[in-house]
């Protein structure tokens, strides 16, 4: 079992820039993507961004709606991802939930969610 926990979510102005970070119980090691979603309020979850758990493995993404604005990127210890958000908009409002995933077969995977992280962007 990995359970994830994030951080990092608060009010902030538009024009502003959070540092958003998930925490991995064990670790991700043995993990294949690690994920960033996105829930606005009354909205179905989004991807927003996503990075291979193993370097090389595959290639950084991120949606249209955060592209040049968000990075995604691994920590040092084999624990944490986090999500730097800079130029923040009043639409970035919403929960943001890490997730990652475990690849067992063909087309199946086992997902972890964390609860998620509150982000408020004022005009």
């Known amino acids: 079992q990995v359970q994830l926990v994030e951080s990092g979510g608060c009010p902030v102005e538009a024009g502003g820039s959070l540092r958003l970070s998930c925490t991995a119980s064990?670790?991700?090691?043995?993990?294949?993507?690690l994920r960033w979603y996105f829930r606005a309020p009354g909205s179905e979850a989004k991807l927003v961004a996503r990075i291979p758990a193993v370097a090389n493995m595959g290639r950084t993404f991120y949606a249209d709606s955060v592209k040049g604005r968000f990075t995604i990127f691994r920590g040092n210890a084999n624990s944490t991802m986090h999500l730097q958000m800079d130029s923040l908009k009043p639409e970035d409002t919403g929960l943001y939930l890490c997730f990652a995933n475990q690849h067992i077969e063909g087309n199946r995977f086992r997902s972890f969610w964390g609860r998620g992280t509150q982000v408020a962007v004022s005009s």
């Open positions: 064990p670790s991700f090691l043995g993990l294949s993507s």
